[in-house]
Each structure stands twice: as structure tokens, then as C-alpha cells.
């Protein structure tokens, strides 16, 4: 047997009659009553009761109907599915995000994607930049957001920000209205900063030391946000990131720029020879709308009025 076959066999059942069947499949009567005796023959069992001059079907006619929409139900799903797939609508998404985007950031763009693309399911990491790009390269990940780069590490990277960290102090801070802050203006400030083994705690140091100098570090922590939240509550100063500065804007923190600069430098990593789906390439757009509203938001908000 073969799908034209039950086709017309399901086309007969539901219109009644075989020339009803052949208006609904675009085909002669001629040919659907073809179509149902090569079905007969194909299932070894009568469909159809010919005895009065008209088509009525038989019990096994009307069991074998069961089977046949049940094929018919799979088939409108498996066409729904693909419709979702071209549209983007539906499968998984596995990200892995830095702190400083995954904290802040990523859940206004997350919020947008799920009103854009509500069926898909977002698995959401947060580990070390350093493990992004090993799961980046062995393509357990469908996209990564990392710190500093490793550009030569096998996967493929796409430059997404490149901006400078700044120093938060609370509002009303005695360097608020500085247009640039330096080691030395931070002479006995307590300072919250990364913790020992991070990069960024070494940058600090060195920026510091060029000026012959060591940080005052009261508190360490391990993320930017755990850094703006402490500044808020007047514990100390901090460098963070203009992700986190903005998400703090609001919360009686105050983001000055840092010399020497220090770059935060973003990338997004994707696995090498596997292509972007409609959803990880969505996500990105959206990702992509909202990092121009931040950085320019806080770029309009640092320019001072004439």
C-alpha cells in the first residue's frame, strides 16, 4: 500500500462517497475508486460494500479508519514541528555566560527572546570564561559569552564588546564628579576587587603599581555585580564593568572612568563546524540591540552638559 492509497481511503470515509473524494483530493472518481481496490488488495480485506450500487463501509473498513488517523494526527505534527523549526519556534538552547552579563544583562535579553521565541528552552550557565571556550570547542554549548577571548582556541569568535572597566563609589563619593579617576586618587580608600587568582585582580595591582602603589583591598568577591552591590551599600570602591555599572545606575552607584584602562573585552564563541540555529542566531540579534542600548546610554550619560 502507499500513502496515495489511504489517502483516498480516508477521503471516501469522511466526505461519504467517492465522487466526493475526488473533488476534496483534485482527481477523477474513476480514479479513487482505483485507488481504493489496489488498497483492497494491498490489505487482503474488504473496505467497501458494493452490494446496493454505492459504496458502505465495512467494520474492518471502519478499524482500519482508526489506524489512519492516527497516522494522519502524527504527520500534522511532524508538519507543525517543521513549521516551528523553520520559524524558530521551538527546540533547546544551551548558553554559557560570563558573571558580569549572566547577573545583569542577559535576563532583559532573555526576556525579549522568550516573548520572541516561546517555545524554545534556554539552558542557561554560568561558569569561568576559561570553561566556556573548552565547551565552546567540544560543541556542548550552542553559544558562549566570555571574557578575554582566546581567539586562536578552536572555536569560532565573534568580537562583541571592547569598552574599559570603571570605578563605582556611592553616590555623593568625594570623586563622583571626576571626568577620569587614577591609583593615586584612591589613597586610603578601601577597595573591593576581584579575588586573588583573577585576572582582573592582577591588572588592578599592576595599574597600581605603576604609580608605585599597592590597593587598599578590603573585601574580594568574585563577580562585578557582588562588587557594584557592596559599593551601594557604602562598604568601599570598586572597578566594574559598564554592563554592571549600568545595571546599578539606579541603585546609588556612580561609575567613573579608570587610567590606566583596563579593557573588558567580550567575545562570543561558537562551536566550530556546526551552524547556527534560527534560535541561537535570534538570541544574538536581540543580544546585540540591547549591548548598543547599554553602551550608549552609558556613553550619552558620561558626556557632560554643555
Not at 558573571?99 to 521565541?117: C, E
Not at 571592547?162 to 593615586?184: D, I, K, N, S, W
Amino acid at each position: 500500500m502507499n500513502f496515495r492509497q489511504i489517502e483516498a481511503f480516508r477521503a471516501v470515509m469522511t466526505s461519504g462517497s467517492t465522487k466526493n473524494a475526488a473533488g476534496l483530493l483534485g482527481v477523477s472518481q474513476p480514479a479513487v475508486s482505483r485507488l481504493i481496490a489496489q488498497l483492497e488488495r494491498a490489505t487482503r480485506f474488504a473496505l467497501f460494500d458494493r452490494s446496493q450500487g454505492r459504496l458502505k463501509p465495512t467494520p474492518e473498513a471502519h478499524l482500519f479508519l482508526d489506524v489512519v488517523n492516527e497516522a494522519f494526527g502524527a504527520l500534522d505534527r511532524v508538519e507543525r514541528r517543521a513549521q516551528d523549526i523553520r520559524d524558530g519556534q521551538s527546540g533547546a538552547l544551551k548558553l554559557a555566560v560570563m558573571p558580569a552579563l549572566a547577573l545583569g544583562f542577559l535576563p532583559a535579553v532573555l526576556k525579549d527572546f522568550a516573548r520572541d521565541q516561546p517555545d524554545t528552552l534556554v539552558t542557561l550557565h554560568i561558569p569561568p570564561s576559561e570553561r566556556i571556550e573548552e565547551w565552546a570547542v567540544s560543541q556542548q554549548i550552542d553559544i558562549g559569552f566570555v571574557a578575554a577571548p582566546n581567539r586562536h582556541g578552536g572555536g569560532e569568535t565573534e568580537p562583541s564588546c571592547l569598552e574599559r572597566y570603571a570605578l563605582a563609589m556611592p553616590a555623593g563619593h568625594r570623586l563622583a564628579g571626576r571626568q577620569l579617576v587614577t591609583p593615586p586618587d584612591l589613597a586610603g580608600e578601601r577597595i573591593i576587587a576581584f579575588h586573588g587568582a583573577l585576572r582582573m585582580r592582577r591588572l588592578l595591582e599592576e595599574a597600581f603599581r605603576l604609580h608605585g602603589l599597592e590597593p587598599h583591598v578590603a573585601v574580594e568577591t568574585q563577580y562585578s555585580a557582588a562588587i557594584a552591590a557592596m559599593v551601594a551599600q557604602g562598604i568601599g570602591v570598586g572597578l566594574i564593568d559598564p554592563f554592571t555599572a549600568r545595571d546599578f545606575s539606579e541603585r546609588g552607584v556612580v561609575a567613573v572612568p579608570f587610567e590606566p584602562a583596563i579593557p573588558f573585552d567580550v567575545g562570543v564563541l561558537y562551536p566550530s563546524h556546526r551552524a547556527l540555529s534560527r534560535a541561537a542566531r535570534r538570541l544574538i540579534a536581540i543580544l546585540r540591540t540591547h549591548r548598543a542600548h547599554v553602551l550608549g546610554s552609558r556613553e550619552a550619560s558620561a558626556t557632560p552638559t554643555p
